[in-house]
């Protein structure tokens, strides 16, 4: 009776079964008649798209961090309803990052065929050649094929496939010991006041300030500085470093994870350490190392941390940052205070755990606490996501190292934005999402929170607030001041968390007011009611007003040199699926120059941080990539995306030299002295995010190469620089 | 003597006239860039252009030209939306000369609504093209204001709409 009862159960399962896979095949049957491609095409397309576009897009083509799923849920939900013909002009206009446009149709037309394939579209006999106008929706359903879905794993860190910012295979590991006799242990005591002929700290000194003490250079004469030398650096991934000097040794993090000893009078490699993996995509800056006592710590974009010996470049001591294999990713560099290494995390979307600013002891690399930038439902802030489950609680991520007041012992750091992008997407409504967009002031022993400040609760268009925290004494009152995409300039009392005053640097329309005692932001009403899959307009757009291109604070004139963007968008948010541990589709855009701007996307603007009021500011066409660095000599140095490294003079605004670089100027530029003779390095760099994309975009009449990556470094001649001394 | 003293009240009357007039005048202009557009809609949102306007009492007049559009234009028109860079709907229609190269003009009445989202910065010119026909190039119509030059310091923070248009911008 059993074995009965088996048989005519197995017997329902095969018919249901095979009632589903006729229904399958059916709904297959028809899509394939409609589905403009051939089996050839998305096969040729598949290697095509790993050799373009899987670095980015990742292997199964689930998208990560900015760049968005081209398979499944996400896919469909951005481009179900537009036609074949609209993908393949977009991704022909936009894609490979960093490399529009350089394929030729053939290939473009296979790679739209392997992404159609795997959305669920069948193969037909009519091939495509990308004039075909059949809605998306028609022909795929999203349902991704298991082999493309589960691709074998590659080695490394998350990474996989291929991409515009694959690095060149290369051997990793140590390639060179070093074996330098001059090198002085450095001291908390020389982190607190740092000697200018070094650049010991990521911006200059603990505060931030990206500063210089030193005027051989001066507004006098930098028109006569000249190339001293340069070394290229290693291609692929994101170039956007700066180097740190001390006792004559240029420390420069590459892309891939390498870390190198330079002499920084010659630029003679003493030591290299190539810690990998290696890039694979146009992403995930190094954006600067750490030195401290007798060690160089880099936080590499596997999110784990090294500590290696500054005058060998051996490795001492590796530690985790995160668990490894699930993506996440350090980008933002590190910072050392009172014998803690403390790092930020990002990555951290649609899976636990939530990101965190984390230290570790300088000595062992063990950790010595964790600070987590989401607040979980029943802890303090729990409440500010509305009924948003804790494994859906994203964004918070730490992209830009901390500053440090060791008065205070308070190490203060900024959050990005929450995500999804959009209020409408993420359904947490107004609420401040914290810890997002918020200053944090940790302890800088315990990581205990000692205060917090939410600058844009609410925030729904991609507009972080996560970037440097400069900090300034004014008279008695010790302030903090940050700027972020929004392009306010926030000032608050650092011992408090009290909000001061905050002023609008560039154009913005997502906010209508502020209430100057206390700070809080007033949307335009239109914000407030939008819903999703509608576009929205947001200036400035997602590249920011204000990005990772750091400000530069001049002590002498109490000026704050900014870097700014200007570019607005239509944004869409999705309708976001809830399930953990997926890549959330966050939202698209559409990119327009902003009103009132003549089409110039750069500007640069010096405000007085005492009273906030603005001295100069000048307009470009190309947008600003490099932080400015300023010194005694009254200048200040910033590169940007048309290759121009330029000296202004600071207290007027005024270009005194310029010089032409081979490729994107992107970085941190910084100065220091050796032998008695000043000398200021820039890096070249292609990859990164909004900041590069956007221009990439919008300034189609600007060109540059698609590799370069180097560093400069410029100083007066000899003659000149004997007779100054 | 009395001819004379008239005489010059009414050169007076006729030059503070005259000022009046002209304070009245309000000029405004944007440059024309492409609409928000993404990657498939790029080749089709190209072009250039430039418009300026004059706002006397109500009465508005717009002229202005545009280039290198991918294909005709088939309409121009003053929209207007809920901020400086928020696009909305169309307002007015303007008259066009000329297909991918050309010119715009009109002139109106505003209604005391429209004034008010004119002053504010919240109107914006629209051209429309056979292949873009929900809009090829915009730009909001802003109060004209000198620009120094590109790589050209201001003092100041320069023009910023929000800030230097009226009704923008909240401090409480």
């Known amino acids: 009776m059993l074995k009965i009862r088996r048989i005519r159960r197995l017997a329902w399962i095969a018919m249901g079964t095979t009632a589903a896979l006729a229904g399958l095949w059916s709904a297959s049957q028809a899509q394939s008649a409609n589905a403009p491609f051939t089996e050839a095409q998305a096969r040729a397309g598949r290697a095509a798209y790993a050799t373009n576009c899987g670095g980015c897009h990742l292997a199964n083509l689930a998208g990560v961090g900015e760049q968005p799923p081209l398979a499944g849920a996400g896919f469909m939900a951005a481009w179900g309803r537009r036609t074949t013909k609209e993908f393949y002009d977009d991704i022909r206009a936009q894609m490979p990052y960093g490399r529009a446009g ?70 990793l590991g140590q390639t060179l010991v070093g074996n330098i006799k001059k090198y002085t242990p450095v001291s908390d005591a020389m982190l607190v006041h740092p000697d200018p002929k070094d650049w010991l700290i990521y911006r200059g000194n603990y505060q931030a300030w990206s500063h210089s003490g030193l005027k051989q250079v001066g507004d006098s004469n930098v028109d006569q500085l000249q190339l001293k030398w340069s070394w290229a650096m290693n291609e692929g991934g994101e170039n956007a470093t700066g180097p740190t000097i001390h ?53 590499a974009t596997d999110a784990r941390l090294y500590a290696l010996d500054a005058k060998t470049g051996k490795l001492v001591w590796r530690t985790d940052i995160a668990e490894q294999g699930k993506g996440f990713n350090e980008t933002g560099g590190l910072i050392v205070a009172h014998g803690k290494v403390i790092v930020g995390l990002t990555l951290c979307r649609g899976q636990m755990p939530h990101c965190y600013i984390s230290a570790y002891d300088a000595k062992t690399g063990k950790q010595a606490w964790k600070f987590t930038t989401i607040a979980a439902p029943g802890t303090p802030g729990g409440d500010t996501w509305g009924n948003v489950p804790d494994d859906m609680r994203a964004g918070g991520e730490t992209w830009i190292a901390g500053t440090y007041d060791p008065e205070l012992n308070i190490t203060y750091w900024g959050t990005a934005q929450s995500k999804p992008w959009m209020q409408a997407s993420r359904r947490s409504g107004t609420a401040s999402t914290l810890y997002a967009n918020t200053t944090l002031a940790l302890d800088a022993d315990s990581g205990a929170l000692k205060w917090y400040y939410s600058h844009a609760p609410g925030e729904t268009f991609d507009l972080d607030e996560v970037f440097e925290r400069v900090l300034i004494d004014h008279g008695a009152q010790k302030t903090l001041m940050t700027i972020g995409k929004a392009g306010i300039l926030w000032k608050l009392d650092r011992v408090t968390g009290k909000f001061l005053d905050a002023k609008q640097t560039v154009f913005q329309n997502v906010y209508s007011g502020i209430n100057k005692k ?23 757009s997602a590249a920011g007003g204000h990005d990772w291109p750091p400000t530069s604070y001049d002590p002498a004139n109490d000026l704050m040199i900014i870097p700014l963007n200007q570019s607005c968008n239509m944004m869409l948010g999705h309708d976001v699926a809830q399930h953990t541990g997926v890549v959330q589709p966050e939202g698209e855009e559409r990119l327009f120059f902003m009103p009132g ?59 005194l030299w310029t010089v032409r670089l081979p490729t994107v100027v992107q970085g941190n530029p910084v100065t220091y002295e050796v032998d008695g003779k000043q000398y200021i390095a820039i890096t070249t760099g292609l990859g990164g995010g909004s900041p590069f994309s956007k ?18 470094v410029f100083a007066l001649p000899d003659k000149l620089t004997q007779k100054l001394n | ?122 109107v914006y010119v629209q ?40 009704g923008n911008w909240i401090e409480k």
């Not at chain 1, 091939?127 to 028609?138: K, M, Q």
């Not at chain 2, 002209?22 to 405004?28: F, I, P, T």
């Not at chain 2, 030059?149 to 800030?163: A, N, Y």
């Open chain 1, 247 to 299: 006792d004559g040794i240029m420390f420069l993090a590459n892309t891939s994870n390498t870390v190198q000893a330079l002499d920084a009078r010659t630029g003679e490699l003493l030591w290299e350490n190539r810690l990998g993996p290696l890039a694979t995509r146009a992403y995930s800056a190094l954006r600067s190392l750490a030195v401290y006592e007798d060690k160089v710590y880099i936080n």
């Open chain 2, 127 to 166: 051209i429309n093209s056979q292949k873009a026909p929900e809009g090829n190039l915009w730009g909001w119509l802003l109060p004209d204001h000198p620009f120094p030059g590109v790589d050209v310091p201001e003092q100041g923070h320069g023009f910023l709409p929000q800030l230097d248009v009226p």
């Open chain 1, 102 to 171: 350089s394929l030729d149709a053939a290939t473009y037309q296979t790679i739209v065929a392997f992404i159609l394939l795997a959305n669920g579209a069948h193969a037909g006999t009519k091939e495509f050649d990308g004039s075909e106008t059949v809605r998306i929706s028609a022909i795929a359903n999203g349902q991704v094929p298991a082999d493309i879905a589960n691709p074998p794993r590659r080695g490394g860190g998350g990474d996989e496939g291929g991409g515009g910012g694959r690095a060149p295979a290369m051997t």
């Open chain 1, 695 to 712: 221009p990439s975009s919008m300034l189609g009449e600007l060109h540059h190469p698609d590799h370069g990556h180097a560093v400069y």
């Open chain 2, 1 to 122: 003597m009395r001819c004379r003293r008239l005489a010059l009240s009414a050169i007076v009357l006729a030059g503070a006239f005259a000022g009046a007039v002209q304070a009245a005048e309000q000029k405004y202009a944007t440059r024309l860039t492409a609409v928000a557009y993404d990657g498939a809609m790029r080749a089709n949102v190209q072009g250039d252009g430039q418009v300026s306007a004059t706002l006397d009492g109500s009465k508005l007049t717009v002229s202005g030209r545009f280039t290198s559009l991918p294909s005709s234009a088939t309409s121009a028109r003053l929209y207007s939306g809920a901020g400086i860079g928020v696009p909305g709907s169309a307002l007015l229609d303007l008259q066009l000369n000329g297909q991918t190269d050309g010119s715009l003009s009109g002139s109106f009445t505003l209604n005391s609504k429209q004034l008010a989202a004119l002053r504010q910065g919240h």
């Open chain 1, 597 to 655: 701007t003549d089409g110039n996307m750069g500007r640069l603007a010096a405000y007085r941080t005492s009273t906030m009021e603005p001295v100069w500011s000048f307009q470009q066409r190309s947008s600003f990539l490099t932080g400015v660095l300023s010194t005694d000599g009254n200048l200040a140095f910033v590169g940007d995306y048309d290759r121009t490294f330029r000296a202004v003079q600071t207290t007027t605004g005024k270009t």
């Open chain 1, 518 to 540: 206390t700070g809080q932001l007033i949307f335009r009403p239109d914000v407030l009611t939008q819903k999703t899959n509608t576009w929205i307009s947001a200036c400035p």
